[in-house]
């Protein structure tokens, strides 16, 4: 499970501090056997580095972070040893493979279920449920995700924008007034594009909402509203699995969101959009 308080202020620590988390993270049931000096002495820092990780994390101490950690911990893994980026291991039967990833997909969206901050979800429908226009922007690994959102929010029959090309899509979004609404995916938050596009709608006096890794990122912190989902991983990942499912709950979170208040018509406006693609196959 996803040691929240880490994730959520990974970024902002130091290369040291950054050791210490990723012991902890690795291996959460001996980190929280130790005291702060055997800590220190096992991820080859200093008892200072200790007390300024705990601090940056939100607790005085090692002692309270400790306490507060441990209650969002799972049971040991099988693997405790493993890298947090492969979470498979050599030799792996495909089985094993299949157990993981599902294992990695449960963690990843209970983790977002958690920490998911509602009342900026409630915001961020209401938004989309009024826009004259949905302007959505991503690109890489939140591509994939942005597309499938953009389809599903024009089978409710609202009016997006969106383009793979993002240089038509930054041109696009300058199009943006105050009525309207973008919608920016990025886990890091550090998307020049995707800042662009954001900085671009703000200039334009329309509502920006960005999906997030983390409330610390470049994206979140211009953005009116942050849905932030943090999915800790390495800079090399594998495909970015636990980045992606957590930007696909949130997507998924939003257009459900936006079923419950357009429930009594949905069905007919999704069985619209199946017929009328039903036509060309």
């Given at each position: 499970?996803v040691?929240?308080?880490?994730v959520?202020n990974?970024?902002?620590?130091t290369?040291t501090?950054?050791?210490?988390?990723?012991?902890?993270?690795s291996?959460?049931?001996?980190?929280?056997s130790?005291n702060?000096?055997q800590l220190a002495?096992i991820?080859?820092?200093?008892s200072?580095?200790i007390g300024r990780?705990?601090?940056?994390?939100g607790?005085p101490?090692?002692?309270?972070?400790?306490i507060?950690?441990?209650?969002?911990t799972?049971?040991?893994?099988?693997?405790p040893?493993?890298s947090?980026?492969?979470?498979?291991?050599?030799?792996?039967?495909?089985q094993n493979?299949?157990?993981?990833l599902?294992?990695?997909?449960?963690?990843?969206?209970v983790?977002?279920m958690n920490?998911?901050?509602y009342?900026?979800?409630?915001?961020?429908?209401?938004a989309?449920?009024v826009?004259?226009?949905?302007?959505?922007a991503?690109?890489?690994?939140?591509?994939p995700?942005?597309q499938d959102l953009n389809?599903?929010l024009?089978r409710?029959?609202?009016?997006?924008?969106?383009?793979?090309?993002y240089?038509v899509?930054l041109?696009?979004?300058?199009?943006a007034?105050k009525?309207d609404?973008l919608l920016a995916?990025?886990y890091s938050?550090?998307?020049?594009?995707?800042l662009?596009t954001?900085?671009?709608v703000n200039?334009?006096?329309?509502?920006?909402?960005?999906?997030t890794g983390?409330?610390?990122t470049p994206?979140?912190?211009?953005a009116?509203i942050?849905?932030?989902s943090?999915a800790l991983e390495?800079?090399?990942r594998?495909g970015?699995?636990?980045?992606?499912?957590s930007?696909?709950?949130?997507?998924d979170?939003?257009f459900?969101?936006?079923?419950?208040?357009?429930?009594?018509?949905?069905?007919s406006?999704?069985?619209?959009a199946?017929?009328?693609?039903?036509?060309?196959?």
């Amino acid at each position: 499970m996803v040691l929240f308080p880490i994730v959520e202020n990974y970024d902002s620590l130091t290369k040291t501090e950054k050791m210490v988390a990723d012991f902890i993270i690795s291996n959460p049931t001996e980190a929280f056997s130790l005291n702060a000096s055997q800590l220190a002495e096992i991820t080859k820092t200093s008892s200072a580095t200790i007390g300024r990780f705990s601090r940056k994390i939100g607790f005085p101490s090692y002692v309270e972070a400790k306490i507060r950690m441990m209650s969002l911990t799972d049971p040991v893994p099988d693997t405790p040893n493993q890298s947090r980026s492969l979470f498979i291991e050599k030799n792996d039967s495909y089985q094993n493979c299949a157990k993981k990833l599902l294992s990695q997909i449960t963690n990843v969206c209970v983790s977002a279920m958690n920490i998911m901050d509602y009342s900026a979800i409630e915001r961020t429908v209401s938004a989309l449920l009024v826009a004259n226009n949905i302007y959505l922007a991503g690109i890489g690994a939140s591509s994939p995700i942005v597309q499938d959102l953009n389809l599903k929010l024009i089978r409710l029959k609202k009016k997006t924008h969106y383009s793979q090309d993002y240089h038509v899509n930054l041109l696009e979004a300058a199009n943006a007034q105050k009525k309207d609404v973008l919608l920016a995916f990025s886990y890091s938050g550090n998307s020049k594009v995707v800042l662009e596009t954001a900085k671009v709608v703000n200039e334009q006096g329309a509502l920006t909402i960005a999906v997030t890794g983390s409330s610390n990122t470049p994206l979140a912190k211009i953005a009116d509203i942050a849905l932030c989902s943090p999915a800790l991983e390495q800079s090399t990942r594998i495909g970015a699995v636990s980045s992606h499912y957590s930007q696909q709950f949130i997507a998924d979170l939003i257009f459900l969101g936006m079923i419950t208040h357009l429930y009594d018509e949905a069905d007919s406006m999704i069985a619209s959009a199946a017929e009328t693609i039903g036509r060309v196959r």
